[in-house]
């Protein structure tokens, strides 16, 4: 399964890429490898939320899309905009509606790496509830509808100290690998995420 994560090959009818808000420190990873996706012919999308403690913001993701020529830019929007704190979970709910309503079918999703995996969890996780519309519980083919593939950010140095969620946690990327596998495994727990077999069902009936 980590092996089809991290090394997903993008889809030549891919629609759109979304970009997972990062802090200043670790976003050079995900907007480098936005640059790299557009200039693949592939339109991005980020979250509008206007910034707060962690994701520097809407305001500032565009302007530097504009300075690197990126013309096609779908703002997301985000049920907490006026809140400074947001979320992986709150990102890929808005994330998920956002494809829902506007009928696209086939996107990617972007991280820092060490953070990608429990992005594509959450963004399946969603994918997996709102379709089946029944319960957490549920896994059910027939319904799905979304596809979403993995597209891990530039890799950036693993030993430098950083700041990551909502720019409250400091500590190495290495150390973020597993303090964020960690919080994934707490969610499945609560429930809130679906379980690595889920995912990998996901992922059969995705490619099948």
């Known amino acids: 399964m980590l092996a089809k994560i991290f090394s997903d090959p993008i889809p030549a009818n891919l629609e759109v890429a979304y970009l997972f808000g990062q802090t200043k420190d670790n976003e ?5 490898k936005g640059v790299e996706i557009f200039h693949k012919g592939i ?4 979250s509008r939320h206007p910034g707060g403690t962690g994701y520097p913001g ?11 020529h990126v013309n096609s830019l779908f703002p997301i929007p985000q049920e907490n905009e006026g ?4 979320s992986t979970l709150i990102e890929a709910k808005s994330l998920v509606s956002f494809m829902e309503g506007t009928g696209i079918t086939r996107f990617g999703i972007v991280s820092s790496p060490f953070h990608q995996l429990r992005a594509f969890f959450t963004v399946v996780s ?38 990551h969620s909502q720019g409250v946690e400091r500590g190495t990327r290495e150390a973020f690998l597993t303090s964020d596998w960690e919080k994934t495994k707490s969610y499945i727990n609560k429930r809130d995420l679906v379980d690595s077999s889920r995912i990998l069902e996901y992922l059969e009936w995705r490619d099948g």
């Open 28 to 32: 050079a990873s995900v907007l480098e």
């Open 43 to 46: 339109p991005l999308a980020i």
């Open 58 to 68: 809407f305001p500032r993701w565009k302007e530097y899309f504009k300075v690197m």
């Open 83 to 86: 809140d400074p704190v947001t």
């Open 126 to 163: 969603e994918i997996v509830k709102v379709e089946a519309k029944i319960s957490k519980e549920m896994f059910l083919p027939e319904d799905q509808k979304l596809r979403v593939y993995s597209i891990p950010g530039m890799p950036l140095p693993w030993h430098e100290e950083v700041l």
